[in-house]
């Protein structure tokens, strides 16, 4: 990694790329520290206490800015929220189908209705935070023109955010997008460092619970990367075909299907699942009693009872469920970017047969019998990251190093491994070229 980031900076125009992504992230960690006005810091520390580990997740992607309350506050998910949709909706309606397979007139018209949405969800995900922050006395202004403000400043944040990423994946190296997450979760590395050297200093763990988490995490990170690049290489021959007066031979190679179609969506549908009923309960007050037909019930009792029950790192019931999730989201949306019958279709439209299967539906299905095994390998191995998220802490006594596991630890990986073949690329091309000259 250091040696072709050192061979980058050799080349004006790639070393000016390397800058510019620098550049653009410094101006992100900048605005993650530029509050909104007119927030009770004390009481939203105390709502965030509340809120559970689904907070914690929500704080995570945008960098720590939602605890913060700054200009950044919502991240970059509105932009992911509407991706995802789009993605399914190719699924549910044949025009927008159509229109992915136009080459790049359709992602350019998929891309513009991506940020429209973009746009819409981030007004009505501010409106309900900036509500909800005053109901709770958090906002401390009130008054409709303040309240339009807070919500305004929120949604131009998310869009600054997704200009900055598409900035970033056009003049820069990587996907804007997430390197924009990767380095909101990596900012919050320094002080959890800090904080476990306290806690060593001050005796409350040892140096067996650091080696320990240091070997967990070196551990999980090989596995991740093994699994991340694990793909299932199906031989494919291609027939000769007949170009003017030449015969152009066919050739030999492999269709790729990755162990890993779904990558970190599944965990993210999974835990919103999982956390929401305890971070429901959360917000129910001690001592909150419901009267109905005369008998009394104690509902803060109950509330801890389904926190207690639905959180994983308490409850084996709630691992057990969560890694079902998991895995369950995993085939779904395997399906969602992979379809087998217009893999075929397309071998079939080029002249590509799988050795042993005719072309058309006899490959389709072999290609849906081959990815549901290898989606099973993905969705367990997505499960058991998942759960060293809780395991970890548990283990080592250590709850504030975040990338123990999870889906933080995921991102990162996959982000710089992303980023790494992106740049290795682009070295490559440019020693081509240098070799042709």
């Not at 520390?45 to 200009?71: N, T, V």
């Not at 990755?258 to 699942?273: E, K, L, M, T, Y």
Request: proline share 4%; with cysteine; glycine share 10%.
């Amino acid at each position: 990694m250091l040696s072709n980031l050192s061979a980058a900076m050799r080349y004006p125009d790639l070393r000016g790329r390397v800058l510019f992504v620098v550049g653009m992230l410094c101006v992100y960690v900048f605005g993650l520290w530029i509050p909104v006005p007119g927030i009770d810091r004390d009481k939203l520390a105390q709502l965030f206490q509340q809120g559970g580990e689904l907070f914690g997740m929500l704080d995570i992607f945008s960098g720590g800015a939602l605890k913060r309350f700054s200009i950044f506050a919502l991240g970059i998910m509105p932009y992911i929220n509407a991706s995802i949709i789009f993605q399914l909706l190719t699924i549910a309606i044949p025009q927008i189908k159509e229109l992915q397979r136009e080459g790049e007139y359709g992602r350019r018209r998929i891309s513009q209705y991506t940020r429209y949405l973009t746009v819409a969800l981030a007004f009505v995900q501010a409106l309900g935070v900036t509500i909800t922050m005053q109901r709770s006395d958090i906002l401390m202004t009130s008054g409709f023109i303040n309240i339009i403000q807070v919500v305004l400043t929120l949604t131009a944040g998310t869009s600054f955010l997704m200009w900055l990423g598409e900035q970033i994946t056009d003049k820069g190296i990587g996907n804007g997008v997430s390197l924009i997450i990767f380095f909101g979760i990596m900012a919050a590395v320094p002080a959890s460092v800090s904080e476990i050297f306290s806690l060593w200093s001050a005796r409350v763990i040892t140096f067996f619970n650091i080696f320990l988490l240091a070997f967990l995490f070196v551990g999980t990170i090989v596995f991740i990367v093994y699994i991340t690049q694990g793909e299932r290489r199906i031989p494919v021959r291609y027939g000769d075909r007949v170009a003017g007066r030449k015969v152009i031979r066919g050739a030999r190679t492999h269709l790729p299907m990755r162990v890993n179609q779904a990558g970190v969506i599944p965990i993210i549908f999974a835990v919103s699942v999982v956390l929401f009923p305890a971070t429901i309960a959360n917000f129910i007050p001690v001592g909150t009693e419901w009267h109905i037909f005369g008998l009394t019930f104690d509902l803060s009792y109950w509330a801890s009872r389904v926190r207690d029950f639905f959180t994983p790192s308490t409850s084996w019931i709630a691992a057990v469920l969560y890694a079902l999730l998991v895995l369950g989201f995993t085939y779904f949306y395997t399906a969602v970017v992979f379809d087998p019958k217009e893999v075929a279709d397309n071998l079939k439209k080029y002249g590509g047969q799988i050795q042993g299967f005719s072309p058309g539906l006899p490959t389709a299905q072999y290609l849906d019998r081959v990815l549901t095994r290898i989606t099973f390998a993905g969705g367990l191995f997505l499960a058991l990251v998942a759960l060293m998220q809780y395991w970890v802490p548990t283990w080592t006594k250590i709850t504030s190093f975040g990338l123990a596991g999870g889906t933080t630890l995921l991102i990162v990986v996959g982000v710089a491994i992303e980023l790494m073949q992106q740049l290795e690329q682009q070295l490559k091309l440019r020693q081509y070229e240098g070799f042709v000259k």
